[in-house]
Antibody, heavy 118, light 110 residues
């Protein structure tokens, strides 16, 4: 069965760029959409954006100016870059799969904690 | 605040039936399907209900979803202690051009 695993630095300095990677195992990336979602401490879920396996992207309007999501199907990975981070970007970051662009997230990674602090 | 509105908390006793509401608008729930996620303490969210009322394999039939107009509901019957979790509704929003979540409902089994 398909599994997702997030990886990347757990600590990022303010004004720098947060970079995370999600590795897909147990299945293909083809014909699926791949999203990043985050959850600040003690708060709810926030969708960041998605990428189609062929490279098309859609981003949350509130984060669009700072976000880039890319994909490398040969490595079965997709990545998140969030620029100019502040303490408000401290959160657990999840990657997730959805077969439809507007559909349910049917598989989630376990999440990775990212703290923004000097 | 969240685009979709959920009560912050809900509770029930074992065996009871509880419902959690999710209120939206014509740009999201009114024209798109609703999905529900369960997040057990310290874990990643898990899909519970998709396309308003469909259960993925492995989800007990104690969980059911419905939608009417710009609102949706999650019902849990035969409440069990392991159902204690946070529950989130979600849908695509055509005005925002993005996926939106409810603020989450913390379910306590008394």
């Amino acid at each position: 069965q398909v599994q997702l695993q997030e990886s990347g630095p757990g600590l990022v300095k303010p004004s720098e760029t947060l970079s995370l990677t999600c590795t897909v195992s147990g299945g293909s990336m083809s014909s699926n959409y791949w999203s990043w979602i985050r959850q600040p401490p003690g708060k709810g879920l926030e969708w960041i954006g998605y990428i189609y396996y062929s490279g098309g992207t859609t981003y949350s309007p509130s984060l669009k100016s700072r976000v880039t999501i890319s994909v490398d199907t040969s490595k079965k990975q997709f990545s998140l870059r969030l620029r100019s981070v502040t303490a408000a970007d401290t959160a657990v970051y999840y990657c997730a799969r959805h077969p439809m662009w507007d559909g349910a997230f049917d598989i989630w990674g376990q999440g990775t904690v990212v703290t923004v602090s000097s | 605040q969240s685009v979709l509105t959920q009560p912050p908390s809900a509770s029930g006793t074992p065996g009871q039936r509880v419902t959690i509401s999710c209120s939206g608008s014509s740009s999201n729930i009114g024209r798109r399907t609703v999905n529900w996620y369960q997040q057990l303490p310290g874990t990643a969210p898990k899909i519970l209900i998709y396309s308003n009322s469909q259960r993925p394999s492995g989800v007990p039939d104690r969980f059911s979803g419905s939608k009417s107009g710009t609102s949706a509901s999650l019902a849990i019957s035969g409440l069990q202690s392991e159902d204690e979790a946070d529950y989130y509704c979600a849908a695509w929003d055509d005005s925002l051009d993005g996926q939106v979540f409810g603020g989450g409902t913390k379910l306590t089994v008394l």
